[in-house]
């Protein structure tokens, strides 16, 4: 495989676990968490459930994706550390220890991901169980796909060519990412945590849901939700601004004012999913989109990331491993300033 196939096999491999995500997303929004009964990894005791119910049916289905997603992560992250070994040029060098480092990351989190999912079984934290475990659960769950993909996009923009990170010498781009990453991630948690209530607790009408909401004796799950679009609000404020400033900051980066006005139209857009989403009281079509524009919001974050903290392009670096080998009269270019490891 050369690493020109490498970067659309890792591209095509975040997609794939997009829409592992979105299939279980909607295991949890249509209740059939519970398909495959307690068992894991096993479905009702049988490796393929026979005369499975429509509910056995949507959960096994999930397992199988998960399944073909961790052998996915697993191939990419083998095939990053073959074909990316250290080379004697230290900016190819750099690319090269990027890749491989994301890819490991990417296979450690997909495993944890796997384990969080299986807890959810066996501790029956799935179908019509309401209680706060169960919320932390789903909070921490998705943080930990929201990371997950964070890994497989970066492994998959340093297999394209995207430059190793100079943390060091953009400290305030790193605030900003950092002060984001943040935001963007509580964001998700009371997302996690709205997504659940409007499951379990589905509104007749959208002034029933609002009173609900407010209301001091309604379980904990509906009055949380409230906090998630407020905080909608404020992230977009957020990550306006933070969008801005690292286009300042960044201004002969054409790819990162490009990035940065794709993040903040499709945040607006996710805000406005959102509203549409309240509206209609959360049905389950409409908060997979709803999630599939969150991912989106995530990724280009990610990269935006990623391109405003690389190193000056003051060289090029080649795609081909023909290439990468080099030849004895070429001149090696000096080190440049980067966090070691990316």
Known sequence: MQVGRFARFAWAVLAWNVGVILWGAYVRASGSGAGCGSHWPMCNGEVVPRAPSAQTLVE?????????????????????????????????????RAIRRAGWLSLAFIVSEALVGAGLVLFDLVAHNASAKRAVSMAVHLNNTMILLACLAATAWFASGGRPLAVRARRKVAWIVGAVTLSLLLLSTTGAVAALGDTLFPARSLAEGLREDLSPTAHFLVRLRALHPLLAVITGLVVVVAGATVRALRAESRGVQNLSRALTALFFLQLALGLVNLSLRAPAWMQLVHLLSADAVWIVFVLLGLAALGEANTERVSASPVHDLGSASSARPARSQSLSGW
Not at 70 to 85: D, E, S, T, W, Y
Request: overall charge positive.
């Open 60 to 96: 096994w289905t999930h397992r199988a994706t998960s399944g073909v997603a961790l052998a996915l992560v697993l191939a990419l992250a083998v095939l990053g550390h073959v074909l990316h070994r250290p080379d004697p040029r230290p900016a190819v060098a750099d690319r090269h």
